[in-house]
C-alpha cells in the first residue's frame, strides 16, 4: 500500500522522466500569447536555415526542413532549456557529410539510408549518457576544441560552396585540399550572373543584420535573389538553381542494423553525438546563465539523445542546439519551450506552401548564405582572446583546426579532447615546489626552527602517482636539514604520494633534520594518520605543524 510520502514522491518521478510537465501546465494566456509569436518568428528563420543546412551536409533541401519538425519537439518537451531550440546545426551538417562521403554519393538513397542509422546511433548514444547520469563528460571538451574545431568546419564550409557561388560546375572532390586546385585551374569558367547574385545575397542578409535584426533577412534576402535570378534567365536553362522540393510532412523512414553498418558508422556516431552534445550544453548554457534557470546537463543530454532517435525514423538527420534560433527564440520574448514545439508546428505548413517555390531558388544565393554562416561560425574573439592568454590553450586550438581540414572531422574532435586530456595531465603532473620563507610558517615553526638549517616551500597540487616523480626532483635540490612544506595546496594524496613523504623524511633524517607538514587538509591528514606516518590523534589541529616519521 503507497503512503503518503511515496504520493508525494510521484510529482518528481513523473517530472524527472517526463520535464514538460513542470512548465506546461503553468502557461497562462499571456505566456502562450508569446510562445506563439517567438515560434512563428523560428518557423520563418529556419526555411532558409533548413535547405542551406542540408544541402551543406549532402542531403536534399527537404531534410532541412524534416529535421527542424520532430526533433525540434522532442528536444524541448525532454530537454532542460527554457530557450534553446533544437534542429539542423552548420558545424553538424558539415561534420555529417565528411563522416559519409568516402562511404556513399551524396544525396543518394545508399547515402540517406546511413545518414539515417549514424542519427540514430548518435541519439543513442546521448540518451545512454544521460541516463548514466554523465553530463559531466562533456567538461572534456575545452572551449579552445570547440573553436578550433568550428573554425576549421567554417572553412570547409566556405570552400564547399566557392564553386557555387562562382557558378561553376561541382567539383569532382569536395574534400578542402582537393577543391582549392580544381578551383585555380577553371577560374576562366566563373559566371559574372552568379557572382552578382551570391553578393546580392550576401549583402542583403548583412544589411538585414545591421539596421533590422528582427525582420527575417535570409528569406526575403533569397526571394530577392530570386527574382534577380529569374531577371537574368527567365528560361532556368543558365543559372543552376535548387532541385525541386516535395511538399508535404516528414514521411517515416527506417535506419539500417545490420552489422556492418553499424560497426561502419559508430566511430563516426560517437563522434557528431559528443558534437551536438557540446554544441547543446554550451546554448543551454549561455541562455541560463542570462534567465538565471537552473540547467539540468543530464536531462538535456536526455533530450538531444531522444529527439535524434525519434528523427531517425522522421526522415530527420543528426540535430543539436542552434544558436541562431535561440537566440532569436530568446530576443522574441518566448517564455517556456512551448515557443520551439509551436515552431516546429508552424513550420509544417510553411513546409507545404513554401517547398515548391525553392526550386526558383538559385545555388549561387544559397552559396552566399552559406559563406555568410560560415563567416558567423568563427569566434573570433575567443581567438584573439585564447592567442593573448594562454600559449598551451593555443595548441589545443590549431591541432584542432589542422585536424578538422586535414583529417576526418570525427578524429578532430577525438585529437582536441586527445590535446586537451595532455594538457591537463602535463600541468597535474608537474605542480609547483615553491621556495617560500620562514615567516610565511606559523609561529610554533618559526621559533623551533632556524632559517640557516630550514627549507620552507609551498607544493601547488595534489601527490599522486603521475607527481611523485616532479616533485620528488624538485624537493631533492634542497639540501638544508629541516624540510617545511606548506600543504594547503595538496588536496589529494595516494600511496605514491605517501611513499614520496616518507623517502623525503628519510632524507632529512640523515642530514640531522626533519620533514614538517604545516596546513595540511584533512583528507590529506587522515591518509596520513591511516598509514602511520603522524601521530593518529583525533584532537590534532591541522593548522600545526607536524612531523612525518619512518
Known amino acids: ?247 508535404g510532412l516528414p514521411p517515416l523512414s527506417a535506419p539500417e542494423f545490420s552489422f556492418d553498418t553499424l560497426r561502419l558508422l559508430t566511430p563516426g556516431a560517437i563522434a557528431l553525438g559528443l558534437l551536438g552534445l557540446v554544441e547543446a550544453a554550451a546554448i543551454a548554457r549561455a541562455f541560463a546563465a542570462r534567465s538565471g534557470e537552473r540547467l539540468d546537463s543530464n536531462q538535456e543530454f536526455i533530450g538531444q539523445g531522444l529527439s535524434n532517435i525519434g528523427g531517425a525514423f522522421f526522415s530527420a538527420y543528426v540535430s543539436s542546439g542552434s544558436f541562431t534560433r535561440s537566440g532569436l527564440n530568446a530576443s522574441a520574448g518566448a517564455r517556456s519551450p512551448l515557443a520551439a514545439v509551436l515552431s516546429a508546428v508552424f513550420l509544417i505548413p510553411m513546409v507545404l506552401v513554401a517547398a515548391p517555390l525553392l526550386h526558383h531558388v538559385p545555388m549561387s544565393a544559397m552559396a552566399g548564405l552559406l559563406l555568410l554562416v560560415a563567416a558567423n561560425l568563427v569566434d573570433r574573439h575567443g581567438i584573439r582572446e585564447t592567442l593573448a592568454i594562454s600559449r598551451s590553450e593555443t595548441a589545443i586550438l590549431l591541432i584542432t583546426f589542422f585536424s578538422t581540414l586535414l583529417l576526418a572531422l570525427e578524429f578532430a574532435i577525438y585529437f582536441g579532447v586527445l590535446a586537451s586530456l595532455a594538457v591537463y595531465l602535463r600541468r597535474t603532473t608537474r605542480p609547483p615546489v615553491v621556495v617560500c620563507a620562514l615567516s610565511q610558517t606559523p609561529p610554533e615553526m618559526q621559533q623551533a626552527l632556524e632559517e640557516p638549517c630550514c627549507t620552507v616551500v609551498r607544493i601547488d597540487g595534489s601527490l599522486f602517482f603521475g607527481a611523485c616523480e616532479s616533485v620528488a626532483r624538485q624537493l631533492e635540490s634542497h639540501d638544508r636539514p629541516n624540510l617545511v612544506v606548506l600543504a594547503a595546496g595538496i588536496n589529494f594524496i595516494d600511496l605514491s604520494g605517501l611513499h614520496l613523504l616518507q623517502g623525503q623524511a628519510r632524507r632529512c633524517q640523515a642530514r640531522g633534520g626533519r620533514l614538517y607538514l604545516v596546513w595540511t587538509k584533512p583528507d590529506v591528514m587522515a591518509r596520513l594518520q591511516r598509514a602511520g606516518l603522524v601521530a593518529d590523534d583525533n584532537d590534532r589541529n591541522p593548522d600545526k605543524p607536524m612531523a612525518i616519521t619512518i
Open 1 to 247: 500500500m503507497e503512503t503518503a510520502t511515496d504520493l508525494r514522491r510521484q510529482p518528481a518521478r513523473f517530472k524527472r522522466w517526463l520535464p514538460f510537465l513542470g512548465w506546461l501546465p503553468r502557461q497562462t494566456s499571456r505566456s502562450l500569447r508569446a510562445d506563439a509569436i517567438a515560434g512563428l518568428t523560428g518557423a520563418v528563420l529556419v526555411v532558409p536555415q533548413g535547405v542551406a543546412y542540408a544541402l551543406l551536409a549532402g542531403l536534399p533541401p527537404e531534410y532541412g526542413l524534416y529535421t527542424a519538425v520532430v526533433p525540434a519537439v522532442l528536444a524541448a518537451l525532454f530537454g532542460s532549456s527554457r530557450h534553446m531550440v533544437s534542429g539542423p546545426t552548420a558545424a553538424l551538417s558539415i561534420a555529417l557529410f565528411a563522416t559519409l562521403q568516402p562511404f556513399a554519393e551524396a544525396g543518394s538513397g545508399e547515402f540517406i539510408v546511413l545518414v539515417l542509422t549514424l542519427t540514430f546511433l548518435a541519439g543513442a548514444f546521448q540518451l545512454l549518457l544521460g541516463l548514466a547520469r554523465l553530463g559531466v563528460l562533456v567538461d572534456l571538451v575545452s572551449h579552445s576544441v570547440v573553436t578550433g574545431f568550428t573554425a576549421g568546419a567554417a572553412l570547409i564550409i566556405a570552400t564547399s560552396q566557392l564553386p557555387y557561388a562562382l557558378g561553376l560546375a561541382p567539383m569532382a572532390s569536395s574534400g578542402f585540399l582537393d577543391t582549392w586546385p580544381q578551383l585555380f585551374a577553371r577560374v576562366g569558367d566563373i559566371r559574372p550572373d552568379a557572382v552578382l547574385i551570391a553578393g546580392v545575397t550576401l549583402t542583403l542578409c548583412l544589411a538585414f543584420q545591421r539596421w533590422l535584426p528582427r525582420w527575417p533577412g535570409m528569406l526575403l534576402a533569397l526571394v530577392a535573389a530570386s527574382l534577380l535570378a529569374a531577371w537574368l534567365d527567365p528560361t532556368h536553362n543558365e543559372i543552376l538553381r535548387i532541385a525541386e522540393v516535395p511538399a
